[in-house]
């Protein structure tokens, strides 16, 4: 975007009437090995920047710029003060940054859009100025404009719509950058009561408190909508916080709901130890058993189906187009835990279910670096559980068995190959041995971390029995299926063959 003349800025500069600047540095000539000089240091005049004096018309954009101390903080409070064109030229360039792509002006017409913004900025104040932005909501320091994944479906391919989504292609936030910025605040404010009063009444968009909302995380809340094909996405602490919200939101106290018999640990703790304080009972079923899931809604007022899919950690698969239209003949709600799958291999709401949950931690997240918890579906549901989450406030010879669901031995191969792209990036196995020889073999591994949690960049190993089941006996692991030669086997973006290396090398040991 063009300024209409240097005159202007000019007059910001005048407190400080030169600053240094310096060229890149030179490395031709120079042997390898030795350290690269810097070429010598210019001065240049404000004259000199704004008619090109001393500086050649290509040569700006190689300076490196060398302000005096406070420059910056001094330029930005004089813009405020004089309402130079370099505050317009923020205000106009966010608003054209927000303009829909269709129907979008000329080049002459903006000019003349541009202009405009120009004689209003030069007549009001810039506080004043911010209404000018089209599309969004004067908030402070932080202004909001609607999203719409609508604009990514032009995009076909996940990949596309996972960097796009909700950034470029409808980010609230009004700002140029290309990265969302990162709001680092916990409350938000209001510039008249008349104000405060509107956004009670759902008259002003804005946000209040941070536990009920940020800028930054609805960024990351839209691009999983679209991904999911969702209308809404809440994110929150962690993945344990997603599931115990939404079952504490959506079944009512006496309620009874189903699920399956292999699934995180935790999972199964809240199930069986917290729901029931709040007179809420559960049918537990096989993952392919959809004759007893049919008994159980025959039998009970049920209110939700709750399973992953795949699980944890044997990777079954549900079928989850035919759960969901029996579950919705009885008037019962379906919820996937997809974290092994992600949206690119699975699309559970396109399935027929009700809401899909993920931990964010996991292949979301990707890096190991992160706790979140997602979860999507229509609107109508996950406000029931937003409302509540405000009060709240997260095959070789010494193995003996595989579960993947990319493996024709895996039960519900053929259904995983129906519903899913992909398989997922987590294996897990039998060692042949017991939990000695287990241990044995996890710990002549060298590339993976022993550690809870999958989905990053890096390979991660655990034995079951003892990361999540260490605190029941033998005997009590074995009724959820739990063997101490169990091995789940998270695998990271390390090459193949040094990972296949290291495990061989590993087994060789026992």
Not at 196 to 222: C, M, Q, W
Not at 304 to 322: G, Q
Not at 411 to 425: S, W
Request: glycine share 8%; aromatic share 8%.
């Amino acid at each position: 975007m063009a300024v209409s003349s240097c005159t202007c800025p000019a007059r910001v500069f005048n407190a400080y009437s030169s600053f240094e600047c310096r060229s890149d540095p030179d490395f031709s000539g120079a042997p390898i090995g030795d350290k690269p000089r810097v070429g010598s240091t210019r001065r240049v005049t404000a004259s000199s920047f704004c008619t090109g004096g001393g500086i050649s018309g290509g040569g700006l954009s190689s300076l490196i710029f060398r302000f005096p101390p406070n420059f910056v903080r001094q330029l930005r409070v004089k813009a405020r003060r004089n309402c130079s064109n370099i505050g317009v030229a923020q205000v106009v360039a966010a608003s054209w940054s927000n303009s829909p792509v269709s129907g979008s002006p000329s080049s002459a017409a903006a000019a003349a859009q541009a202009a405009a913004a120009a004689a209003a900025a030069a007549a009001a104040p810039v506080a004043d100025v911010v209404a000018v932005v089209e599309g969004c909501i004067d908030n402070g320091s932080v202004q909001i404009a609607a999203s719409d994944n609508s604009r990514t479906s032009f995009l076909s391919s996940d990949g596309s719509i996972t960097v796009h989504a909700g950034e470029r292609l409808g980010r609230g936030i009004v700002t140029d950058a290309i990265t969302t910025p990162v709001v680092n605040t916990s409350a938000y404010f209001f510039k008249k009561t008349q104000e405060l009063i509107d956004f009670k009444e759902k008259r002003h968009k804005s946000f209040e408190y941070g536990r009920y909302g940020n800028p930054t995380t609805v960024v990351a809340e839209e691009k999983i909508s679209a991904l999911e094909g969702a209308e809404s996405t809440l994110i929150m602490a962690s993945g344990m916080c997603a599931s115990t919200v939404m079952l504490m939101a959506l079944v009512p106290a006496g309620g009874h709901i189903v699920t399956t018999t292999d699934c995180y640990r935790k999972t199964r703790i809240f199930i069986e130890t917290i729901l029931p304080k709040m007179g809420i009972s559960a049918t537990v079923i096989d993952p392919a058993d959809v004759d007893g899931l049919e008994a159980a809604l025959d039998k009970n007022k049920v209110s939700l189906f709750f399973t992953e899919s795949p699980t944890n950690p044997f990777l079954r698969c549900v079928d989850i187009e035919k759960v969901s239209k029996l579950c919705h003949s009885k008037g019962a709600l379906v919820c996937i835990d997809g974290t092994f799958a992600t949206p690119l291999n699975q699309k559970a709401l396109a399935l027929g279910a009700d809401l899909v949950l993920h931990s964010a931690t996991k292949f979301i997240g990707g890096h190991n670096d992160v706790l979140a918890g997602c979860i999507s579906g229509s609107e109508k549901l996950v406000t029931e559980i937003r409302t509540l989450h405000h009060i709240l406030g997260g095959t070789l010879n010494p193995v003996r068995r595989v579960y993947y669901p990319g493996l024709p031995s895996h039960p519900e191969h053929e259904l995983a190959k129906q519903q899913m792209t992909g398989f997922g990036g987590v294996v897990s196995f039998e060692v042949d041995g017991d939990l000695m020889t287990t241990i044995k073999f996890v710990d002549a591994l060298k590339i993976p971390y022993i550690a809870p949690s999958f989905g990053g960049c890096e390979s991660i190993v655990d034995q079951p029995a003892i990361m999540s089941y260490w605190d029941l006996s033998p005997a009590e692991r074995r009724k959820y299926g739990i063997e101490d030669n169990l091995v789940r086997f998270s695998f990271g973006v390390e090459d193949f063959e040094d990972l296949k290396a290291d495990i061989l090398q590993a087994l060789e040991t026992i």
